[in-house]
């Protein structure tokens, strides 16, 4: 079946400019995570939802940076006035439970910054 | 806060030679521990979720195991295609939050 899926999957920005990144989670799945991966590193946690209820988003770098998942499906991650030290992978996962244990990951955007 | 910790930060295998990965941790309480694979380019894929000390899991050419500090991976005669970076991620029982903390990986490569 489909898995999780992101568009774009490069995005070059130049410094200020906002820039708005989709993921299609598996259909059904309840949760969804938006990670950031800079190179060498594991991902790191952004935000999460469950259904269109975003219930954590203390990961989140900055006030520049916005989620939402307005009808439990699809999620758009969105960075305002990108800055250079935002240039990283950012991945969307899935998850079928509520506990969100094991999740299932996109191949995520690489955005660069400059 | 909590930790993961993964050893070595990278491994070179012949192949057909056994080796161990290992992930330590610290947790206020787990409630589940998670072994990923990751391939250049891509997202992680999942492959073990281990819930209490001495579960063990098998896939193929891989058994995860678990401690209540530690969890290992271990590749039994590995194959070229098993090089990627293997991430742990452990996910916490305690404050009602799913959110899990990973590891920085283990990047293996397996030569032919």
């Known amino acids: 079946g489909a898995g999780v899926s992101q568009s774009p999957r490069y995005k070059v920005a130049k410094r200020g400019q906002d820039v708005a990144l989709r993921c299609d989670p598996i259909?059904?799945?309840?949760?969804l995570f938006w990670y950031q991966q800079a190179l060498g590193q594991g991902p790191e946690f952004l935000t999460y939802?469950?259904?269109?209820?975003?219930?954590?988003k203390s990961g989140l770098p900055s006030d520049r940076f916005f989620a939402e998942r307005p009808e439990g499906s699809v999620s758009t991650l969105k960075i305002q006035r990108t800055q250079q030290e935002d240039s990283a992978v950012y991945l969307c996962?899935?998850?079928?439970?509520?506990?969100?244990?094991?999740?299932?990951f996109g191949p995520g955007t690489r955005l660069t910054v400059t | 806060e909590d930790q993961v910790t993964q050893s070595p930060e990278a491994l070179r295998l012949q192949e057909g030679e056994s080796s161990s990965l290992n992930c330590s941790y610290t947790?206020?309480?787990?409630?589940?521990l998670f072994w990923y694979r990751q391939d250049p380019g891509k997202g992680p894929e999942f492959l073990f979720t281990?819930?209490?000390a001495g579960e063990e899991k098998e896939k193929e050419r891989l058994k995860a195991t678990l401690t209540k500090k530690e969890s290992f991976l271990h590749i039994t005669a590995p194959k070229p295609e098993d090089s990627a970076t293997y991430l742990c991620?452990?996910?916490?029982?305690?404050?009602?939050?799913?959110?899990?903390?990973f590891g920085r990986g283990t990047s293996l490569i397996v030569h032919p």
């Open positions: 939802f469950q259904n269109e209820a975003q219930l954590d």
């Open positions: 947790v206020s309480g787990l409630r589940g």
């Open positions: 991620a452990v996910q916490a029982s305690s404050g009602g939050s799913y959110i899990p903390t």
């Open positions: 996962a899935s998850s079928p439970s509520s506990d969100a244990g094991e999740q299932y």
């Open positions: 281990l819930y209490s």
């Open positions: 259909s059904g799945h309840v949760s």
